[in-house]
């Protein structure tokens, strides 16, 4: 009788368990940080932190996760981003639990960590977010204020599209809470997308170019940076094009707090 006890007690535990599914690294690391980790069934490709995030399960690419696989799982929470909106509509039909965050700028991703902990009832959230005020405090500069433009990748030929941060995701916040102003002043809710026309009519105070050597081995990192000091900006002749690469940077989780640190640093050299 008591074996069967047990049993029964092990069943519901089983049933009651949180089988939670991540649909990007982001969702995935602020996950762990809540100290929800154990609970995920699967996650997106490039959910590389922390290092058991490697273990678990792949269900396809953080843009185009694949339903049958996200179905197999039986999840009882599958989470997502704004970008995630079609898939998560799919998985309602199925009677699927879903969330979607808001991980674009600095605030709402201190939002997103708040929710997301309430909803999974973690006591971590004020520490995280606490963290990153804390980033921000210590941001300011004491230099004058001058123009910066954040480039997504490092490329030897920059006489196609150069991809940079505007106005309106957290790089945007990052250069306000330092204390300078983003060179690419257009208003627009789309990928801010440059021509080498575009870079010189811009002409930025400073470039800060973000390099990842796992994604983009290949690249001659002197000649790359040798190209963009040709370009006649104020950046090269001032001599301030720098390149950063850092695992987290593009990462919108809470780790925000360390690309504040890293990045007002690069801007406040």
Not at 237 to 247: G, H, R, T
């Amino acid at each position: 009788m008591k074996i069967i006890f047990i049993i029964f007690i092990f069943i519901l535990k089983l049933q009651g368990a949180e089988r939670i599914l991540s649909l990007s690294p982001a969702i995935t690391e602020i996950l762990f940080a809540l100290e929800k980790g154990d609970a995920i069934v699967g996650t997106s490709s490039y959910s590389l932190y922390p290092q058991k995030a490697q273990d678990i399960p792949i269900i396809g690419g953080y843009e185009n996760p694949h339903l049958e696989k996200i179905l197999a799982f039986s999840p009882t929470l599958v989470i997502g981003q704004v970008y995630n909106s079609a898939i998560l509509d799919k998985l309602k039909h199925f009677k699927v639990k879903t969330l979607m965050l808001d991980l674009k700028s600095i605030k709402s991703i201190q939002n997103s960590i708040t929710l997301l902990a309430s909803h999974l009832k973690s006591r971590e959230a004020k520490k995280l977010t606490d963290a990153i005020d804390n980033s921000i405090k210590e941001a300011k500069s004491t230099q004058k204020s001058h123009s910066i433009m954040i480039v997504y990748g490092l490329r030897e030929d920059l006489r196609s599209s150069t991809y940079i941060a505007g106005n309106n995701i957290f790089f945007n916040d990052i250069i306000k809470e330092c204390g300078h102003t983003n060179a690419y002043t257009q208003d627009s809710n789309t990928q801010a997308v440059l021509s080498y026309e575009n870079i010189i009519a811009i002409n930025p105070q400073q470039i800060i170019i973000l390099h990842s050597l796992a994604t983009e081995s290949n690249v001659n990192v002197k000649k790359a940076l040798k190209n963009w000091y040709k370009i006649p900006t104020r950046a090269s002749k001032n001599a301030k094009i720098s390149i950063v690469d850092e695992d987290y940077l593009h990462i919108p989780s809470h780790r925000i707090a360390l690309s504040i640190k890293r990045l007002c640093g690069e801007m406040n050299d």
